[in-house]
C-alpha cells in the first residue's frame, strides 16, 4: 500500500496535479479491498465502550484544576497526541466524542440532515427558556431555524446583497481610523488594541442591522455600550462555566449562572436607553396612524398599511412587558423611520431587518432574539480576528509591506477601497485566512445528530450523542499544513500546495455555516487594507509574545499593544 501511493504521489507531481484527494480515495480503496465485506461490518460495528478517552476523574481535573476551560484548544492537540483522531470524554454531565480529523468531521457534517443541529445541551437555550424568550439563529433549530436562515441568506449570504453595506461599512472604518489617532500615546502606541476593535465591531454590525449609528467609536463612548460589551465578556466565561457544572452544582453554586442570566438580561436590555436618547418614534406613530397619507399608490398604501400593522404590534408588545426589552427600541426606531420616508411618498429600500419586520410578520420575541444574538455574534469574530491581524502584521514586517504594496496598486493611490476592489486583494485575503487558520474564532463546533446512529470512521455513534468537531486541531496539522505554527500567508496561493476542504473552516460548512461570514469579512477587508493605507504596524516595544485562551471563542490571552505610525 506504502509503494501504490508513493508511485502515485511521484506520478502526480510531474504531471503537476495534487496528489491528495486521489491519495485518499486509494487508501480508503485499498484498505476496504485488503479487509474484505467482514472486517469492514468488523470495523462499523466499534462502540462508544471501545473508544478512548480520559476517565472522568482526570478530565474534570484538567478542566477546573489545571485551567482546562481557558486551554480547551490546547486540550485538543492533546487529545490527538493521546488517543489519535477520534475520542470520548465528559465535559461534565455532558458525554461528547471529539472528532480531529478533517476527513473525519466531514462524514459527520455530511449526516447532519435536512435541519442540522448544533446541541441540544446549552445553557443559552436553558436561559431563553427561563425569560420566555424565543430563540435566534445561533440557538434555534429544526423547522424555526430553517425559517429564519432562509430569511437572513438572501440578506446576508448573496454577494451582490453584501456589497451594498461597503459604504455603510466604509463610514464606520474612517470613524475607526480617527480613533486610532486619538488613541495613541506620543510614540503611536495604542494600548489593548482588541478593545477599540471590539468598538469598531459593534458599530459595524449595529450600522448594518439599524442603518444607524450607536456613538461606539465616539470620543466618549456611551456607558450602556461599554456595559454591553462587558456583558459579551463576562457571558462567554460564564457559558463553559455553567455548562460544565451538572445542574446539582447550580443549587450548591447559584453564582455563574446569575451571573450568566444577568448578563443576558442586559444584552437583550441593551438599546433601550440609547432609544431613550431621541425618542419620539411613538408620539410620531400615533399622530401618524391617526392621519391619512395622501398621493400614495395602492402598492405604497398596502406598503404602509402592513408597517403601521408592525407597528401597532410593537406597540401592544412594548405594554405587555413590565420590564423594556430594549432591542425593541433600535427596530421602533428603524421602523418609525421607514414609516416616514412612505408619508413622505418616497420608496422604501429597507435592509434586511426592515425587509424581515416589515414583510415576514414574524414573531417579534423572534425578531428580539435574532437582533440580539447576531449583536454578540458581529462584535467578536471582528475584534479578534483583527487583532490577530496585525499583531502578526508587526511580527512579519516584510508581509505587511507586501500587502501595502497590493493595497496601493489596486487601489491605484490613497483611494477608499470598496467592496469590488477585495477581488483584486488576494495576499490579503490569504492573509486573512492564514490568521484564521492560526486563531479560529470558534476552535470547536458541536453536532447532535437526533434522527439516526451515524458511522464515523470505525465507530458507531449512536444518535444524540454530542459531537464536538475540534476545529483548532485539524488547523493545526502537520499532515495538513506543514510548519502548522508558522504565520505563511502564501501556503493559500500555491497552487501545488492543497489543503483538505475540511482542515480550516472557521466560518463553518454547509447549512449551518456562520450566517454573517460575507459582511464580516467585508468589513474586515475593508477595515485592514485602510490601516495598512494609513499607519505602519509596529511591535509594542515593551510587549511580549501573546498565545490564544478560550473563552468559549479564541481570544488573545494578554493584551495587545502596537505602534500606529504614521506614513
Known sequence: MISVRRMLQQALRVSGRSAFPLVKWMERWAEAASLGPEGTRRQAMRSLDDMPGPSVASFAWDLFAKRGLSRLHELQLEGVQRFGPMWKASFGPILTVHVADPALIEQVLRQEGQHPMRSDLSSWKDYRKLRGHHCGLLTSEGEEWQTVRSLLGKHMLRPKAVEAYDK???SVVTDLIDKLRLSRSPQGLVSDIASEFYRFGLEGISSVLFESRIGCLDQVVPEETERFIQSINTMFVMTLLTMAMP??????????????????DYMFDFDHNIICKHHSSRRFLSNLI????HHQSKQEGAQSRSLMQTHLHLELLCHTYSTPHQAKGHIDLRLTAEAKKIAR??????????????????????????????????????????????????????VQTSLREE??????????PEAADVARMPLLKATVKEVLRLYPVIPANAR???????????????KNTLI????????????????????????????????????????????????????????????????????????DPEGVSVKPMTRTLLVPENIISLQFIER
Open 448 to 462: 447532535v445528530i437526533p434522527e439516526r446512529d451515524i458511522q464515523v470512521g470505525d465507530y458507531l455513534i449512536p
Open 468 to 539: 464536538t468537531l475540534c476545529h483548532f486541531a485539524t488547523s493545526r496539522d502537520p499532515a495538513v499544513f506543514p510548519n502548522p505554527n508558522e504565520f505563511q500567508p502564501q501556503r493559500w496561493l500555491n497552487k501545488d500546495q492543497t489543503h483538505h476542504p475540511y482542515a480550516s473552516v472557521p466560518f463553518g460548512v454547509g447549512k449551518r455555516s456562520c450566517i454573517g461570514r460575507r459582511i464580516a469579512e467585508l468589513e474586515l477587508y475593508l477595515a485592514l487594507a485602510r490601516i495598512l493605507i494609513e499607519f505602519d504596524v509596529k511591535p
Open 168 to 170: 455603510t461599512l466604509n
Open 247 to 264: 445542574s446539582w452544582l447550580h443549587q450548591l453554586f447559584p453564582k455563574p449562572w446569575k451571573i450568566f442570566c444577568q448578563c443576558w
Open 407 to 416: 493595497v496601493l496598486s489596486v487601489l491605484e493611490g490613497r483611494r477608499i
Open 345 to 398: 411618498g418616497e420608496k422604501v429600500e429597507g435592509r434586511y431587518l426592515t425587509y424581515f419586520l416589515s414583510q415576514m410578520g414574524l414573531p417579534m420575541k423572534t425578531v428580539y432574539s435574532n437582533v440580539t444574538e447576531l449583536l454578540l455574534a458581529g462584535v467578536d469574530t471582528i475584534s479578534s480576528t483583527m487583532s490577530w491581524f496585525l499583531y502578526e502584521l508587526s511580527r512579519h514586517p516584510e
Open 290 to 293: 391617526c392621519q391619512p397619507v
